[in-house]
């Protein structure tokens, strides 16, 4: 059983590029949601994908932008990249349930350094 | 709001010696909360949860963790450490099991001495 995959593992941009982030989720998930783990820090939410469409979001600028597919696989894009943007990008997965969420499984992350 | 306080950025123990970890956390509503692992250049593992059923939380590899509503706590513990223990570990909270938001602390990392 496949767990959370994430692509790629390590990515190396300057300030003012563009970057795209991909993850696919755990067998069976419908849910995606995304952190950024500066370093020496906790994860913090970005936001969450259900149903293709965007449910809550975290406090992050409009530059974070994602997007789901019909196979549940996302996507996070970032604008216009600041030196702050560098980072671990996680994804995390989960079952959505008549009585809420199942747990969540987070990917081994993409590492983004911003140059 | 709700937020989690791990205080101690960094616990050292000898091998077989007993583990504690200090999650404090703050939420105007019954709080469900989490313990997550992080291995080097790895993701984040589940340990364990609280969802408001037992107090006494069991998880994987021998840890465990107590919710205590009157001291606004989840410590987690394990009896005996072992080297394999070393890693990042993150206390989370969120509000409800219906939301994938979770806050996280700042976590601690744990060295394990033989």
């Known amino acids: 059983d496949a767990g959370v995959t994430q692509s790629p593992t390590h990515l190396i941009k300057t300030r003012g590029q563009q970057v795209t982030l991909r993850c696919s989720p755990k067998?069976?998930?419908?849910?995606v949601s995304w952190y950024q783990q500066a370093l020496g820090q906790g994860p913090q939410f970005i936001f969450q994908y259900y149903e293709e469409e965007e449910r809550q979001r975290g406090n992050f600028p409009d530059r974070f932008s994602g997007h789901q597919f019909p196979n549940y696989s996302s996507e996070l894009n970032v604008n216009a990249l600041l030196l702050g943007d560098s980072a671990l990008y996680l994804c995390?997965?989960?079952?959505?349930?008549?009585?809420?969420?199942?747990?969540?499984?987070f990917g081994p992350g993409t590492r983004l350094l911003v140059l | 709001a709700q937020s989690v306080t791990q205080l101690g950025s960094h616990v050292s123990v000898s091998e077989g010696a007993l583990v504690l970890l200090r999650c404090n956390y703050s939420?105007?509503?019954?709080?469900?909360l989490f313990w997550y692992v992080q291995y080097p250049n790895q993701g984040l593992q589940l340990l364990l949860k609280y969802t408001s059923a037992a107090t006494l939380v069991k998880g994987i590899n021998g840890f465990e963790a107590e919710f205590k509503k009157s001291e606004t706590s989840f410590h987690l513990t394990k009896p005996s450490a072992h080297m394999s223990d070393a890693a990042e570990y993150f206390c989370?909270?969120?509000?409800?099991?219906?939301?994938?938001?979770?806050?996280f602390g700042t976590g601690t990392r744990l060295q394990v001495f033989p």
């Open positions: 995390a997965s989960s079952l959505a349930t008549s009585g809420g969420r199942e747990t969540q499984y």
């Open positions: 989370a909270v969120t509000l409800s099991y219906n939301t994938d938001k979770l806050i």
């Open positions: 067998s069976g998930h419908d849910t």
């Open positions: 939420s105007s509503v019954p709080p469900y």
